[in-house]
């Protein structure tokens, strides 16, 4: 694969990003796109990020990969992510990729992951220039998902009374409150290794309260006729599978649903031929190598 650094601006910020051309692309010729999205807190280079970047590659389509505003290289205020400002991150790189000479214009798609992948839907839904989305560990309603991430009433109480203290906070300081990753979305001892070296650790108390306002399910029919595939653990430790499963419910007929049992939430990281297997066979439906020569 050969690589491009690129640089755009979103919301007045620099995003750093890197563009993929498989190494057979042929000189003049146009290929379909994929713009690749990290998860929360994190970077372009996230295994999540990585491994859909290699298996895209590998299948012919170009991608995209970048640092949303706050995250990794790209400026921004750290820790402080805002649902619908990576939203228009998303859109801005999907105009960047698309305008590139070797992409075949308007065939340009997003996947994502997790936090992520809620970007993504949230993104295709709104945006009508986006050929299809990828889900992978999606949430289509904040605070429902946050209730299943913290389960029991005291980590629930827990977690309110956090946003309730951030809110008081900052009105008598003028300041955010700066929370621990692991209080806002709890990971997994065993799934830790995970966040990519370089992730964010704190974040501000704002970030939970736009995550918890994020309601992509309440878009998703906007989506339609264009396809959306939706993967899932059948048993995701991190993000509830009931979110991929309302998000289904709401999505119409042109969208697909896939549980995986031998599989966790990072399961774009994990290299699973059968995930890969499922994207491969759905892209090639939905958004097929039709190379152009210019």
Known sequence: MIE?????????????????????????????????????????????????????????YITLRFDMQGCGESEGRRGHLICLEQVQNTKDAWTLLNAHPRVQSSRVGVIGSSFGAAVAMYTGATDPRVALVISSGGWGHGERKFKGQHHTQEAWKNFRNMLL??????????????????????IPHGLTHQ????????????????????????????????????????????????????????????????????TDHFMLAEGNRRVWHVVSDWLAMHLPLHHVTV
């Open 195 to 262: 966040v990519v070296h370089g992730s964010l650790q704190k974040f501000t108390h704002e970030t939970a309260q736009s995550m918890m306002d994020f309601k992509a399910e309440e878009v998703i029919d906007q989506l339609a006729p264009r396809p959306l595939l939706l993967l899932h653990s059948s048993n995701d430790s991190v993000t509830p599978t009931e979110q991929s499963l309302e998000v289904f419910k709401r999505a119409g007929q042109h969208a697909d649903l896939h549980l995986f049992a031998d």
């Open 4 to 60: 491009e650094n690129v640089e755009f601006i979103s919301n007045g910020l620099k995003l750093q990003g890197v563009i993929g051309l498989p190494s057979d692309l042929k000189a003049g010729e146009q290929r379909p796109a994929m713009v690749v999205l990290h998860g929360f807190g994190s970077t372009k280079n996230a295994q999540n990020v990585l491994g859909p970047v290699k298996e895209l590659g590998a299948m012919g």
């Open 165 to 186: 203290k951030g809110r008081r906070h900052h009105s008598k300081t003028g300041e955010s409150l700066m929370v621990d990753r692991h209080e806002i979305v709890p």
